[in-house]
C-alpha cells in the first residue's frame, strides 16, 4: 500500500516540543524505560495512555498506533482541512471579536462570495423578491458637499423607500439638495463605515474637519492623498491628472481629517 505520509518519529516530535524523557514519563505516570519502548515502538501502548501520550505530543493517536497510514485519520477529514485553513481561523478570531450585528455582517457577506462563486443566475422573480418596500432610518442629511448633518437617535427618522438596498451598510444619508455631487435630491445613499483596508482611490467618502462633516471624493496617488469638494471640476479628474491646481485639497500628515464613512451605493 501507498504510504500518505513518512512514519512519524515520536522521538524527535518529543524534542520538537522541547520535553526530556523524564518530563513525558512524569506527565504519563509510566517509568522512562516504557517511555523509551514506545519511542522505538518496540510496545503496544494502552488505550488509556494512547490518549494521554497522544496529548501531551500534540498529535492524533492515529498516528501513534497507525504510522504507516493505513487507515483514514482525523487530518485527512474535510472538517480537519476546514478547520487549518489560515484565513478560516483569522475570520474566526475576529468575529470573535465583532458585536452580533457585525456577525452578521460577516455572515452575509460570506452568503454573497458563495453565491458568486456558484454563479447563480440573476433571474426576473430574484430581482422582484429583493425590490420591496423598506423602512430606512434616515441618519445623516446632505445640504450640500460642505453640509452633512448628523443626527443621533433623537433626531433620526424613518421613511418608506421601495427599491432594493445592499445588506452591508450602517446608516442611510438622504440627499436634500442638487449640490451634492452627482447625487440628486431626495435621494438616498447607504453610507458604510470606513476602514483602511476598504477605502481606495475614487470612492467618495464623509469626513470630520474641525468639528463639521463634509463629502468628499477621496484620490490617492503615488505622491499625496487626497479629499475633493465632490462639486467641483477637479472631483472629475483620474489620480494621473491632479495637478497643482488640486494641492490646495491635499490631506497633509498634520491635517485632522477624519474618514468616518464611505458612500458604499445608492438605492435603486
Not at 471579536?97 to 462570495?113: E, G, I, N, P
Not at 430574484?126 to 453640509?147: Q, R, V
Not at 421613511?159 to 431626495?186: A, L
Request: one cysteine or more; hydrophobic letters at 35%; a neutral charge.
Amino acid at each position: 500500500m501507498e504510504r500518505k505520509h513518512l512514519r512519524i518519529d515520536l522521538k524527535k516530535r518529543r524534542k520538537s516540543l522541547g520535553y526530556t524523557q523524564k518530563e513525558i514519563a512524569k506527565k504519563l505516570n509510566v517509568s522512562i524505560v516504557t517511555l523509551q519502548n514506545w519511542e522505538q515502538r518496540k510496545v503496544s501502548i494502552g488505550s488509556i495512555h494512547l490518549k494521554m501520550y497522544a496529548k501531551a505530543l500534540k498529535l492524533d493517536p492515529l498516528d501513534i498506533i497507525d504510522p504507516d497510514h493505513e487507515f483514514n485519520h482525523y487530518e485527512d477529514t474535510e472538517e480537519f482541512k476546514l478547520e487549518h485553513i489560515k484565513t478560516i481561523k483569522q475570520i474566526e478570531n475576529r468575529c470573535i471579536r465583532l458585536v452580533a450585528h457585525r456577525v452578521s455582517d460577516v455572515y452575509d457577506f460570506a452568503t454573497k462570495q458563495l453565491n458568486t462563486q456558484e454563479a447563480i443566475p440573476v433571474t426576473y422573480k430574484g430581482l422582484l423578491e429583493k425590490k420591496k418596500t423598506h423602512t430606512l432610518i434616515i441618519k445623516a442629511e446632505a445640504h450640500s458637499d460642505n453640509d452633512v448633518r448628523m443626527f443621533d437617535d433623537l433626531g433620526e427618522y424613518p421613511e418608506k423607500f421601495h427599491g432594493t438596498i445592499p445588506e452591508d451598510y450602517d446608516i442611510c444619508m438622504k440627499v436634500m439638495s442638487e449640490d451634492v455631487g452627482e447625487y440628486s435630491n431626495g435621494q438616498k445613499v447607504f453610507l458604510r463605515r470606513a476602514s483602511n483596508e476598504i477605502l481606495y482611490s475614487g470612492v467618495n467618502v464623509v469626513a470630520e474637519l474641525g468639528g463639521k462633516t463634509y463629502i468628499r471624493k477621496f484620490r490617492s496617488t503615488f505622491d499625496h492623498f487626497y479629499l475633493i469638494p465632490v462639486n467641483s471640476e477637479s472631483a472629475a479628474k483620474d489620480d494621473t491628472e491632479l495637478n497643482g491646481e488640486e494641492s490646495k485639497y491635499i490631506w497633509h500628515p498634520n491635517d485632522k481629517w477624519i474618514v468616518k464613512y464611505i458612500i458604499n451605493q445608492s438605492a435603486f
